[in-house]
Structure formats: structure tokens, C-alpha cells
């Protein structure tokens, strides 16, 4: 069993906080602020240029891809990082979309679900528009996915777990399903990396995409990365064709070819800070096991759940009460939930809130307890028994909520 009272410890916590947004953005782990810190005085301050080749910097998108492929269930040599969630969302569906189109042109459907996150939606609508092949976007209903993958799907785009309510689609059905129709899959793991078991391999997934600054802790704005399936790496031809993709970058050649296998994958110059902060963040899962942190999790959800709705009658359960159908995450719905988060934060318990009305909170075992959940709700329950939400300040909206 893991130990999560040691865990804990390697995260640095604001006094007087109890913090349930780990899902949007980790806290900071001690040994990413020591390596950024080292790196920086070091390799960037005393090697300068020199750092690409003695601190083996352009190595890190495939070493650290390899760190985060083992959380997800990637083999060796198939995930690297960088750029943004979004771009490796378009480089993804986009190369989903060529090797569906050699198999079957007359396929033009990309099926998603109106529980994606919608950056992904606006990649594929974007990427449509500009491909111009008469593609088109189908959404429907998270529970509709499964009947609707049918011989007109060129590519499934589906995030595992909902952003809002925390569902979690069934990779290994629904990947199945769309092979036996003959479409490939893209899968978004923002809300599964690092939250749930998860195994890309097993799953038979052509592609997956996600985030590193939710439960893997990487810090605001850490690099993305990609998966594409072994018996792809050869085959899928990026969209974004960056000088590091190249197969010899430093050829200069002016014409491009793709690099060897997920080295295609790579665009521009890598965030050799933010990989470092990243690197450091993922020690913390040294020793780990993501079933240990499965469990933990839906025990800490339910225990959530089963207070909440004793002492909140008012706030209604959003999110799937079955512990093995739902992410991380909880949401509770209420017409004033942008109130009472702001007013929930004012107290210390920082959430967050998702329109329309979800009030959303995530557990991360690595760094929240029993205590933790209790002591949020007990201030949660003073809030709305004594309205303490209805206040002009918790109504102001802030740009980001």
C-alpha cells in the first residue's frame, strides 16, 4: 500500500488551506522548486548553450515521455512531450484522419462527445475547416457514444474522464467498438494521467493526448505530451511538421522528413524549465502504485459524497455516485455555484466552479486525507446553512473560475 502521510510531505501546502483543485492545477512539489533552481544556476547559468549536449537537454522529451508513458501504460519509446494540450490534440486527430482516409476515404465523420473539454472540439472544427474534405464533427451525449460509432466514423475523439462531472468512459469498449467498425481512436487523458490506472496498451489505443499540470503536478502550463501506438509510429505524418520532428534537425535540409517513430511528434524547441520542473515533479510517484491511488481516491470521493449530501441538502450531486464510473472528481450543482465556490475559497477550501452551475472538486491521495474532506465540508456546510454565499463580493465573476 502506498504511503500517502510520506507523500504528503513532498508538496509544499499554503497554511490554512485545503486545496481540491489538483485536477485543474497540482500544487508544488518541494523537489520541482530545488531542480528548477539547480538547473538554472548549473546548466542554463554556467553551461549556456553548451547545456543541449552536456546536460543532455534535447533528450528530455523522450526520457520524461517515457516517465509519464509508465502512469499510462505506454511502452518504451511511444510518448514524448511538449508544446500545449491543444496542439497535440490537432497533431493527434490530424494524423487519426490521414491513416483512416488511406483506409477508407469515404468515412467523414469524427464522433466526440459534448463532455469533451471544448479546446478539443475547437482543434477538430478548425482542423475540419482547413482540411476542407468534407469532414464533419458529430456530438452527442456521453451515453450516446457507443451506439453512434458506426461505418460512417473515420475517428473517435474522446476525453476518458468529463472535465465537469467527472464520468469516465470505458477506453477498452469504446476502443474496441470503433476498431470493429473499422475507425481509430483519440483519446485525452487530462483528467486520467496520474488519477486513475490507465493503460493505452492494453486498451489497443491508436493515439492519446494529455496534460501534465492536473495530477501529475507539473506546474501551470507544463508541457503536453503524445502517444501514438507502436504499429502508427511509422506511419502517422504530423500535421505540425516543426524542425525537431525532421529526421536529422540539424541537417537544415529545406525540404522535411518525418524523424524515427514518436520523434515525429516533436514541433519546436522544447521548454527545458518546464521539463525540468515537470522531471522533478514525477519523482513523486517513485514507489507508487496507481491502484493504491485508485482506491484511495474513490474512498475519499464517497466519503465526500456521503457528507456533502448529509449536511448540504440543498446541493445536488453532479457527478456519478459510483465510484468506478467517475474520475477523480466531484461536482455538486446549484443555480449560485460561482458564489459559493468564491466563498468556499475565502474560507480556504479552494475548488473551483464550471459553468453553468457545478461547483467542482478534485482528490489527489498524494496530498489530501480523510481530515482534509471532512474539514471542507464542515466549512461548506456553515456556508450554505447560514447563506453566507449571498454576499456582492462572491458574485463578481473573475476572468478565470
Avoid at 523537489?31 to 533552481?37: D, P, T
Avoid at 546536460?55 to 526520457?63: D, G, I, K, S
Avoid at 508544446?83 to 483512416?100: C, E, G, H, N, R
Wanted: charged share 25%; with cysteine; aromatic share 8%.
Amino acid at each position: 500500500m502506498a504511503d500517502f502521510e510520506r507523500t504528503r510531505q513532498l508538496f509544499h501546502m499554503p497554511e490554512g488551506v485545503i486545496y481540491l483543485d489538483g485536477n485543474s492545477l497540482g500544487p508544488l512539489p518541494l523537489a520541482a522548486r530545488e531542480r528548477v533552481s539547480r538547473m538554472m544556476q548549473d546548466e542554463w547559468g554556467e553551461m549556456l548553450i553548451r547545456g543541449w549536449n552536456q546536460a543532455n537537454w534535447m533528450a528530455m522529451p523522450r526520457r520524461i515521455g517515457d516517465r509519464v508513458g509508465r502512469l499510462i501504460g505506454a511502452p518504451a519509446g511511444s510518448v514524448v512531450m511538449g508544446d500545449t494540450l491543444s496542439i497535440k490534440v490537432y497533431q493527434a486527430l490530424a494524423s487519426a484522419i490521414d491513416i483512416a482516409a488511406e483506409k477508407d476515404p469515404s468515412r467523414k465523420i469524427i464522433l466526440s462527445d459534448n463532455g469533451n473539454f471544448p479546446s478539443d472540439l475547437y482543434m477538430a472544427e478548425g482542423l475540419i475547416a482547413y482540411l476542407d474534405r468534407g469532414y464533419q464533427l458529430k456530438i452527442v451525449d456521453p451515453e450516446e457514444v457507443e451506439t453512434a460509432i458506426d461505418e460512417t466514423v473515420a475517428v473517435t475523439m474522446l476525453t476518458e474522464v468529463d472535465y465537469r462531472t467527472g464520468r469516465l468512459h470505458d477506453m477498452k469498449a469504446l476502443t474496441a467498438k470503433a476498431h470493429s467498425q473499422g475507425a481509430l481512436c483519440v483519446w485525452d487523458l487530462a483528467h486520467s494521467a496520474g488519477a486513475l490506472p490507465v493503460d493505452l496498451l492494453g486498451a489497443d489505443a491508436d493515439f492519446a493526448v494529455g496534460c501534465t499540470y492536473k495530477y501529475l503536478n507539473g506546474g501551470p502550463g507544463a508541457p503536453a505530451f503524445i502517444y501514438v501506438a507502436p504499429r502508427w509510429a511509422e506511419r502517422a505524418r504530423p500535421a505540425l511538421s516543426g524542425w525537431l520532428g525532421h529526421e536529422k534537425p540539424f541537417a537544415f535540409d529545406l525540404n522535411y522528413r518525418p524523424g524515427d517513430g514518436i520523434d515525429r511528434m516533436r514541433v519546436g524547441t522544447p521548454p527545458i524549465l518546464a521539463l525540468a520542473a515537470l522531471d522533478a515533479s514525477l519523482d513523486a510517484w517513485e514507489g507508487v502504485e496507481l491502484a493504491d491511488v485508485r482506491a484511495k481516491s474513490i474512498a475519499l470521493c464517497d466519503l465526500f459524497i456521503r457528507l456533502v449530501e448529509d449536511k448540504c441538502p440543498s446541493l445536488t450531486l453532479g457527478s456519478p455516485r459510483d465510484g468506478t464510473k467517475r474520475g477523480s472528481q466531484v461536482s455538486f450543482l446549484h443555480a449560485e455555484g460561482y458564489a459559493i465556490m468564491q466563498a468556499l475559497i475565502a474560507r480556504g477550501v479552494i475548488g473551483d466552479f464550471r459553468a453553468p452551475n457545478a461547483i467542482r472538486f478534485g482528490f489527489t491521495p498524494l496530498y489530501i486525507s480523510e481530515r482534509d474532506v471532512e474539514g471542507a465540508v464542515d466549512i461548506l456546510a456553515d456556508i450554505m446553512t447560514n447563506n453566507l454565499w449571498d454576499a456582492p463580493e462572491f458574485k463578481q465573476k473573475a476572468l478565470v473560475t
